[in-house]
């Protein structure tokens, strides 16, 4: 319902953006939505990232943020059709991970006070290793998460260090293994790696990757070198996703 990233401009305005709403309703009358909500606060910065983000400590511009999604939640949702459901949900970063698990609850349960989700809504999120903890999990899962995408970027200690996000968390995906009872309730435990970073290797571990994740992982090319992912594409255990910049 909204431009992409790289299509923003400052000639879409607030006015197309009703009038877009509105086109929709009529035309798509009854067809689901997807919504996206962004939470662009990280605790470090990451070299490679050209996300919209911001690096703070100060939890009270994080609390004031949430106050200002509840706002345009508020804006928004009068202009949706009540019959359009909700198909897809995601949060994206910055870092969503990066709230507490009751700041997690309160947007949570505000979205879906506001909006009629689909029965199998693909509802995923963006989560940073670092940090997690069982609680931010359980809070995801209670309002309604059922895909978890794991930032690790690359597993190589040399290249986590020249982009300044050293993955000391990074034996948080091996717990899935360990707490399969509780995570197996995600559905898709997503990995995002990078080839290209600085220092990257040639070659990804990915059988290793693979089994450290689950079900799904996605590349992200950013060089004119990359791997050969062709087993990966063949493989029985993984569902596989790839992007070039």
Not at 117 to 132: H, M, Q, T, W, Y
Request: charged share 25%; hydrophobic share 35%; glycine share 6%.
């Amino acid at each position: 319902m909204y431009p992409t990233a790289p299509l923003f401009s400052k000639t879409f305005t607030s006015e197309d953006y009703s009038r877009e709403i509105a086109e929709t309703n009529e035309v798509m009358g009854g067809q689901p939505i997807s919504i996206y909500f962004h939470f662009p606060f990280c605790k470090k910065f990451c070299y490679f990232c050209a996300c919209n983000m911001s690096v703070t400590h100060d939890r009270t511009l994080i609390a004031q943020y949430n106050e200002y999604l509840k706002k345009e939640i508020d804006l928004i949702r009068p202009m949706i059709s009540n019959d359009r459901k909700v198909a897809q949900l995601h949060w994206g970063g910055g870092t969503p991970s990066y709230l507490y698990p009751d700041e997690i609850r309160d947007i949570g349960n505000y979205i879906q006070k506001n909006f009629d989700f689909e029965d199998n809504i693909e509802a995923s999120v963006e989560i940073d290793p670092r940090g997690l903890s069982r609680e931010h999990m359980e809070a995801l899962r209670e309002i309604g998460f059922n895909r978890t995408s794991f930032c690790v970027q690359d597993f190589n200690l040399m290249v986590q260090e020249a982009i300044n996000r050293v993955q000391s968390g990074i034996e948080i995906l091996m717990s899935i293994d360990e707490d399969a009872d509780f995570y197996k309730n995600f559905g898709d435990a997503c990995a995002n790696l990078y080839q290209g970073l600085r220092n990257n290797l040639t070659e990804f571990k990915l059988d290793y990757t693979i089994n450290a994740c689950g079900s799904m992982f996605t590349l992200f090319f950013t060089g004119e070198d990359v791997t050969d992912f062709d087993s990966a594409k063949t493989s029985d255990t993984a569902k596989f996703a790839a992007y070039f910049n």
